[in-house]
């Protein structure tokens, strides 16, 4: 799981590439997405595995809204290394992980949503 520094360095090089405005709109926002998926719950994680914890982070960063530009594509990041991290990878093609994006910041799905389709759409990384 990354640091608030590193995610915050890493919001700035996207916005920079996709010429998005950068800055933080609300730190604490930030803070609770990157906890979400380190909670726990009477000495057992909530989410204990890797897609869990991903998706988790993704709809986290995607609801709560932390930077003034960027979090679907900052939240599709962080989602995609914490599984890469795992040594997973995504196996949909670039046109549905748009559309689970754009599902996931209209509210259109959820977490249990979110976690069925990793788990449909998840593969060994190479």
Same mark, same amino acid.
Do not use: C, I
């Given at each position: 799981?990354?640091?608030?520094?590193?995610?915050?360095?890493? %919001?700035?090089?996207?916005?920079?590439?996709?010429?998005? $405005?950068?800055? &933080?709109?609300?730190?604490?926002? @930030? +803070? #609770?997405? *990157?906890?979400?998926?380190?909670?726990?719950?009477?000495?057992?994680?909530?989410?204990?595995?890797?897609?869990?914890?991903?998706?988790?982070?993704?709809?986290?960063?995607?609801?709560? %809204?932390?930077?003034?530009?960027?979090?679907?594509?900052? $939240?599709?990041? &962080?989602?995609?290394?914490?599984? @890469? +991290? #795992?040594? *997973?990878?995504?196996?949909?093609?670039?046109?549905?992980?748009?559309?689970?994006?754009?599902?996931?910041?209209?509210?259109?799905?959820?977490?249990?949503?979110?976690?069925?389709?990793?788990?449909?759409?998840?593969?060994?990384?190479?």
């Amino acid at each position: 799981m990354m640091e608030k520094q590193e995610v915050l360095q890493l %919001h700035e090089r996207l916005n920079e590439r996709f010429f998005g $405005a950068s800055g &933080l709109r609300d730190e604490r926002a @930030l +803070e #609770a997405a *990157l906890a979400r998926p380190l909670a726990s719950f009477g000495g057992d994680e909530l989410y204990p595995g890797p897609l869990e914890k991903a998706a988790a982070l993704a709809e986290s960063l995607t609801k709560n %809204h932390p930077f003034v530009e960027g979090n679907m594509r900052t $939240a599709y990041v &962080l989602m995609r290394l914490q599984l @890469l +991290e #795992a040594g *997973l990878d995504l196996s949909a093609g670039e046109e549905e992980r748009q559309q689970l994006m754009l599902a996931l910041a209209t509210s259109r799905m959820h977490y249990s949503q979110l976690l069925a389709w990793l788990q449909q759409h998840t593969k060994r990384a190479p």
